[in-house]
């Protein structure tokens, strides 16, 4: 049974970190890009970050560049998002996805509120 599973995340103040994990399980891992999406009240899902699946190329979205880390340990089946220097308007909930292109898995979500 495939499953993907979201956890990390809470409520911090403006400024503050959070890191998030996703660990799948019930398909390999290591063959598949992982992708962190996010989305807000009211707006679409929006891509946050990427990684390759043996973790050598990541990419990011340009309002999260320089504040956010996409990392992974193939060992662990698990993806993470370190969150810096947070600042309320990402508050969203936040999605993994495993993506081998015909095949692509979603978690459920874990909600982040930036908020003071």
């Known amino acids: 049974q495939v499953q993907v599973v979201e956890s990390g995340g809470g409520l911090v103040a403006p400024g503050g970190s959070l890191r998030l994990s996703c660990t799948g399980s019930?398909?390999?891992?290591?063959?598949?890009?992982m992708h962190w999406y996010r989305q807000a009240p009211g707006k679409e899902r929006e891509l946050v970050a990427s990684?390759?699946?043996?973790?050598?190329?990541?990419k990011y979205a340009d309002s999260v560049k320089g504040r956010f880390t996409i990392s992974r340990e193939n060992a662990k089946n698990t993806v993470y998002l370190q969150m810096n220097s947070l600042k309320p308007e990402v508050t969203a909930a936040y999605f993994c996805?495993?993506?081998?292109?015909?095949?692509?898995?979603w978690g459920q979500g874990t909600q982040v509120t930036v908020s003071s």
């Open positions: 996805n495993a993506d081998a292109g015909s095949y692509q898995y």
């Open positions: 019930g398909f390999t891992f290591s063959n598949y890009f």
């Open positions: 990684i390759s699946s043996g973790g050598n190329s990541r």
